[in-house]
């Protein structure tokens, strides 16, 4: 195990109402690039939420009154704290999760500007007042605290997405209970010991740790004195997560899977289309949502850029996420690694042609090459499906109308990019996406100021920016009489 400046920051219990709860049973973290086991914690069981719940409510009276300067203050503190601790939080990143050192710190930084963001963004909850329909009325709007919020978050960003939800929430006023992914609790109940040093009162940031994701969602879901529940995960486990919301009428947030198009039309930059095309497809290993699923190339430039794009992706580095000079680290689990290989060789299968990449080093490994395909089609599964793998599919196409529609013809509406400098096609692309977020020109989207999230199965709410804030608040309509 790698030596942290801070060893306090390894923690291995779930912390509720401000404390470090021990469980009955473990459950083993391992480091996806060696195997190894890398830290026991506590397996909570599902009995054990309602601890959490009962803290996150009982905090919510105090949480909710405190001025919002206030607590921009202690989320302030908090953003200090996980900005001074960034190397140790990126080291246990990349040890629980795999991903590069640079990405882990990156990350690092992206979840912590969620925090610095929506503190500031807290002070401006701004309410409204409406013309009444006569004059001895008048009519004020209010918004409030939604109440309890719970959380169930990913693995491929442990820090980052428990971030932006917890941030939202807690400067909304709400109080908050995060569920990690089982396999990467360590980066939440890091960021657990920071929050406690900042002063955040007992209950109003909670982490809870099981692996009994269904029994544990059940509750989050289910229970009475949640009042918000906030996923991101695949559109499948969310579609069953809406369902279970619905008996006690949550309102819900959900960020679910993508199918990201990059299109490149013949008058783009192709230089920087492929720079832009390697950033988005292999950040994370291709394990992110809006990691580009499919690169639909103009004809006429398909076999420049096919070159160029094969050129780049011979300078990726696949190793250990803590090796200097690696890009491209572990997949989650050998599962995940047969998951893509079999996308892969059925993709071979209906004629694609392998440009480079396209092997299972050994049976059981956690590692795939980054990979391009060409001659794919959009009817192949590689292209209908969420591949979160380093595999770049390459189709060609004739038309803009034709892109427009292959482009929208998936359940996802998540991110889409193109590439291309006619100004008059910028705006007509922009616009006939159906997705969440468009890339024009560029293939990093993702910032704290602007609002993520996605339409049609990927899900619903937006996080970051200025309209991020209100999946946290209700209206409160106030009607004065007798004036
Ligand atoms: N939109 C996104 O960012 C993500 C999309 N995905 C997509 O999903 C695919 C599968 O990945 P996977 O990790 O299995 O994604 P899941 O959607 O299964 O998992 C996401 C989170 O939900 C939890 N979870 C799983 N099942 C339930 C349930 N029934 N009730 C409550 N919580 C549950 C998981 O816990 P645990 O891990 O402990 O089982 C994890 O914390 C990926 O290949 C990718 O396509 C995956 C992750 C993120
Ligand atoms: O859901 C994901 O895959 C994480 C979001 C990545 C981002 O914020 O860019």
Redesign the pocket.
Known sequence: MQTLNDPQLLRNHSYINGSWHASENQLMVTNPATGEVIAQVSDAAVGEVDLAVKAAKQAMPLWSSLAAAERAKLMRKWFDLIIEHQEDLATILTLEQGKPLAEARGEITYGAAYIEWFAEEGKRVYGDTIPAPSSDKRIVITKQAVGVVAS?????FPNAMIARKAAAALAAGCTFIG?????TPLSALAMAELAERSGMPPGVFNIIVG?D??G???VLTQHPDIAKFT????T???R??IAQCASTIKKVSM????NAPFIVFDDADVDAAVQGAIASKYRNAGQ??VCTNRIFVQSGIAQVFTEKYKQAVAKLTLGNGLTEGVNIGPMISPQ?VA?VHELVTASVSLGAKVVTGGELLEAGSHYYPPTVLSDVTNDMPIAQQ?I?GPVAPIITFDSEEQVITLANNTEYGLAAYFYSRDIGRVWRVSEKLEYGMVGINEGIISNAAAPFGGVKQSGNGREGSKYGLDDYLELKYLCMGGI
Request: charged share 15%; with cysteine; aromatic share 8%.
């Open positions: 169930v978050t990913p693995w491929n569920r990690p992914a089982s396999q692996d994701a269904r544990i969602g059940e996923f991101t995960g695949s499948q486990v969310g069953q997560l960020e679910l899977g993508g992110t949502c995940a998951n969420e979160f």
